[in-house]
């Protein structure tokens, strides 16, 4: 038998062999198990209760006014922590009103973040700026601002010492109150060039999930 003889039988060999395997009709002994999988994610759904809030008219140097309003976790998952961002608009007689003005305007109205203290207690302030600078700050600054607290060590003369706020984030199903306080800022000068504003302000609540974790 010749090399290429040989060699064309191997090949049909191979062929052959593969054919059986693939579907053939030999008989033999077999068994087959059989698995499925299933991955459904979760959902983070964070809502404020109520949507609308604040609507104040004819305000003036000096005013205030305290609100109060829900985060909830409508969603499947934890929530780990909230971020806050500011947008606002300022018109005038219904025309935009951009610029110094704007600014003027959004640097005189300040917000207070409040901490319940329980009780017939005030609210404690946690952090005090302005719309403006509000609005300018990335979350992770503020977030920074706020979970920083001072504590009492020593009464006499009073010391006090920053901490770090611990927080547990907002588990599916549950709600956090957010308390805040605004004020229009008297400067005791002349703020006449303030009249007859309007500033559309507008928050964003964004939730995220938790560190990922073994299952």
Not at 9 to 29: N, W
Not at 159 to 172: C, D, K, M, Q
Request: aromatic share 10%; hydrophobic share 35%.
């Amino acid at each position: 038998m010749g090399i290429k003889r040989k060699l064309g039988m191997g090949i049909g060999s191979a062929v052959l062999g593969l054919a059986l395997v693939g579907g053939g009709t030999f008989a033999y002994f077999s068994d087959t198990a059989e698995q499925t999988n299933s991955f459904a994610s979760g959902t983070l759904d964070l809502s404020v209760d109520p949507e609308v809030n604040v609507q104040l008219e004819n305000i003036k140097p000096g005013d205030w006014t305290n609100e109060s309003f829900e985060l909830e976790n409508d969603g499947t998952l934890p929530i780990k922590y909230v971020d806050l961002q500011t947008e606002y608009s300022v018109t005038r007689d219904g025309e935009s009103v951009v610029g110094t003005l704007e600014d003027a305007y959004a640097e005189s109205l300040t917000v207070q973040f409040l901490k319940n203290s329980g009780g017939d207690k005030d609210h404690t302030i946690i952090y005090e700026t302005s719309l403006k600078d509000l609005r300018d700050m990335n979350p992770e600054d503020l977030a920074t601002e706020i979970d920083v607290e001072w504590e009492l060590v020593w009464p006499f003369p009073p010391v006090y010492l920053p901490y770090e706020v611990e927080h547990t984030g907002l588990a599916a199903g549950d709600t956090a109150d957010f308390d805040v306080k605004f004020v229009f800022e008297e400067t005791g000068e002349d703020q006449n060039v303030l009249q007859n504003l309007d500033l559309d302000l507008t928050w964003t609540f964004e939730g995220f999930q938790e560190d990922g974790e073994e299952l």
